[in-house]
């Protein structure tokens, strides 16, 4: 097991036990907010022919010099029959999205125009970029939709608009969470005088569900040793489980003692502050983080350890690919205290000016303050033994 490692080498470790990848094809009206397993080609072209951007006439360019009278000769309606031919001194009425007439080249939109009898007159210029030309926006067997791409509305009407009614997509991995500790107690319960109301699950379930994957969440497991090994047995069956806290150095720091002695733990305690005692490894082959009880630094380290793990596991495409935060340059408008010898990921404030990011402080920055992750929306990426000055610019993560 390695210890004390950076950030960039945990991911790295991480890596080598990375989530199974499973792939299923789905309805694409259920297809909303899951990721792609493979390319998506389009089956069609688009436009499949060349048609009217606007209503109007269709007319040749030619004929339509100054104010001009041309005859009416038909009409072209979305999904009607074949328009006539448009020929000299002609011109057919047509609507957005109809099929351009054999022999127009231009479009005179009707604001532009005044029909008398079977004539019409044409006030303005006809312009030929008011015709969508066949095969512009895609061509057929073009993959337009990657693989990794989190499917929002925009890609479900492109997957529909290319002909797809069932699509290709990652099976959510179900993912475990489970904190530790005899102080925890359910939202909702009454609390004894020591006890503490559970919220890492809540937080951390809300957190693989935003990367793409099914939270199953646990009840908080109690301090000792034989329940939670019951407990972990039982997650077993998931495809990855999450513990929050019970990783430090404390008696009762149980779940870094039972990985250590049962478990096959690969690094722990990581460069950062705040969120330094992480530890990653195997329970029975099933991949686990253990991640720290306080609330920001569990949060934190899903941030920075956990989010790409999960997105590497299940190749998410690095741009449209389900996410958590942008990385980012931010300039401080607070002085900004970093950690010697560590990654220092404060939480500030990212608002965006007219030209520029800037960053600042709102509450204080302990640990345990979970009001913080909420009045805060970014995080620092201040280098190990660095200060951040009011003033500077210094990379950030903006988180969603």
């Not at 529909?160 to 699509?167: C, E, F, K, S």
């Not at 530790?180 to 951390?204: F, H, M, R």
């Not at 970093?338 to 990921?345: E, T, V």
């Amino acid at each position: 097991m390695e210890t004390r490692v950076t950030p960039e080498r945990a991911v790295a470790i991480a890596h080598t036990m990375p989530l199974l990848r499973k792939t299923e094809t789905i309805p694409l009206d259920r297809a909303t907010g899951r990721v792609l397993s493979k390319p998506i080609p389009s089956l069609v072209d688009d436009p499949r022919f060349d048609n009217s951007a606007m209503d109007g006439f269709a007319v040749r360019k030619e004929d339509c010099e100054g104010h001009t009278i041309l005859r009416i000769v038909g009409e072209s309606r979305a999904g009607g029959s074949e328009p006539p031919v448009v020929g000299e001194g002609e011109a057919c009425r047509i609507m957005t999205g109809a099929r351009i007439p054999e022999g127009a080249d231009a479009i005179a939109v009707v604001e532009e125009t005044k029909e008398e009898g079977v004539n019409v007159v044409i006030t303005g210029e006809p312009r030929p970029s008011f015709i969508r030309r066949r095969a512009e926006n895609l061509s057929i067997g073009q993959d337009a939709l990657p693989v990794g791409a989190v499917l929002g509305p925009s890609e479900i009407g492109l997957a529909a608009t290319m002909g797809h009614d069932r699509i290709p997509v990652v099976t959510k991995p179900r993912i475990a969470i489970v904190s530790t500790g005899d102080e925890l107690v359910k939202p909702g319960e009454e609390l004894a005088p020591s006890e503490i109301y559970e919220s890492n699950s809540y937080s951390l379930a809300a957190m693989v569900e935003e990367m793409g994957c099914t939270a199953v969440r646990h009840d908080a497991a109690p301090d000792t040793l034989d329940e939670l090994r019951r407990v972990l047995d039982s997650l077993s069956e998931c495809d990855a489980i999450l513990t929050s806290g019970g990783v430090s150095m404390g008696e009762f720091d149980l779940v870094r003692r039972i990985m250590e002695e049962e478990g096959e733990p690969l690094f722990w305690k990581v460069a950062m502050r705040p969120g330094g005692p992480p530890m990653f490894g195997s329970w029975k082959g099933t991949p686990l983080f253990a991640l720290p009880g306080n609330p920001v630094s569990s949060q934190v380290v899903f941030h920075v350890l956990v989010v790409p793990w999960i997105a590497n596991s299940l190749q998410y495409h690095e741009a449209l690919g389900p996410r958590m935060a942008d990385r980012v340059r931010v300039r401080l408008l607070d002085d900004v205290r970093g950690a010697p010898g560590k990654l220092c990921l404060r939480r500030i404030r990212i608002e965006a000016g007219d030209n520029e990011l800037t960053g600042s402080v709102h509450t204080h920055q302990g640990s345990g303050n979970a009001h913080s992750m909420v009045a805060h929306n970014g995080l620092t990426l201040l280098p190990p033994d660095t200060n951040g000055k009011a003033g500077e610019t210094i990379d950030a993560l903006w988180c969603r």
